[in-house]
């Protein structure tokens, strides 16, 4: 765990509203204008090249794939999609495995022994309290 990490408190109809403004101003900014700015730069063009013109749901299509593509070139050390087939575990970790495996069975198998025995004991201590209580008024009714 980090030892300075930051945690977003929310509290009260006050903190709630501010958390909604500044989601929607997020997607506002980050989704919205560019969606527009997409729409209208597309349209700009089409009045020159015979191009349909689109709207706003084709603009944020086309500032989703803009995005998605600047994301795919500027990041060159790691592959956002990758296909590769699943690692094989090696001995030492499938033993590692396996022993945890046997340690929870194991704790699983004692705690139910320790619930049946707990139940058990409420029983007779149960029974005895109502043996004493019997006990105690034959002895009053004598």
């Known amino acids: 765990m980090k030892r300075k990490a930051h945690v977003i408190q929310i509290t009260g109809l006050r903190g709630i509203l501010m958390a909604v403004f500044v ?6 900014g980050f989704v919205g204008f560019p969606s527009f700015v997409a729409m209208y730069a597309w349209n700009y063009a089409a009045n020159f090249i015979t191009i349909p013109t689109i709207g706003i749901v084709q603009g944020l299509m086309l500032w989703s794939i803009i995005a998605i ?3 795919i070139i500027n990041d060159r050390k790691k592959y956002l999609v990758a296909f590769s087939p699943k690692s094989q575990l090696n001995d030492d ?12 069975t194991n ?5 139910s022994m320790i619930l049946k025995d707990m139940k058990a004991m409420e029983e007779e201590i149960k029974k005895e309290e109502i043996n004493k209580d019997s006990e ?3 002895k009053e009714n004598v």
């Open 107 to 111: 704790a699983q198998m004692i705690n």
């Open 93 to 104: 970790e499938m033993k590692k495995i396996m022993e945890r495996i046997k340690m929870q």
């Open 136 to 138: 105690s008024k034959d």
């Open 23 to 28: 989601i929607s101003c997020l997607i506002a």
């Open 69 to 71: 593509t600047g994301f």
